[in-house]
């Protein structure tokens, strides 16, 4: 069984940035109920890699747990010790991309131009983030999905959500990346879960709400 499997069922990854770890089981427990099957607590939350554990534990292999915000080497590793499985990142560094595909993770690193989109691809990434989406635009996704290989999915995170998913969609997005529009630190496990439910009927509709 992949990794990929939870992004073929559901490919969106939801972002708990500011998650606490006394709360983020809850919070991943509405998420996976609403129909998310990845979670990624990025590392400048609070205690990341407590959470990320809890999480792990929480699930196993029935959902995508991970970090966002990985930066370096050693915070894969970190990552993959607390059981992590998902690598988001917010640029391409292909020793990030290396290392997290050396130890059976799944790398998903933030890009702009095609230059680092290719760079990301060699180094062994398989599905890709523009990352801030919002400042290219879906125009620019969609220009460089004519050169991407097949089988490379791209991802629109940032500023992506239920207003704008058709025109992400109509781009050719394989999915999305969503923080703010269904969590904030302080938002219950059932506003998160509300939230999060109305984001998985307006992708199974095709971003129409």
Known sequence: MTLERHLTAAPLVAILRGVTPDTVVAIGQALYDAGFRAIEVPLNSPD??????????????????????VLSVEAVESVAKAGGKLIV???????????????????????????????????????????PAATYGHGHIKALSAVIPT??????????????LPVWRAAGVAGIGVGSEIF???????EVGDRARQLILSWRAGGVA
């Open 151 to 164: 089988g490379i999915k791209l991802y629109a995170v940032g500023g992506v959500g239920a207003d704008n």
């Open 48 to 69: 990341p890699l407590d959470s990320i554990a809890r999480l792990s534990a929480h699930f196993g292999d029935d959902c995508l747990t991970g970090a966002g915000t």
């Open 184 to 190: 904030k630190p302080g938002f219950s496990a059932a």
């Open 89 to 131: 990142t917010p640029n391409t560094d292909p020793a990030v991309i290396e290392r997290a595909v050396s130890l059976g993770l799944l790398p998903m690193p933030g890009f702009a131009t095609a230059t680092e989109a290719f760079a990301a691809i060699k180094a062994g990434a398989r599905h890709l983030k523009l990352f």
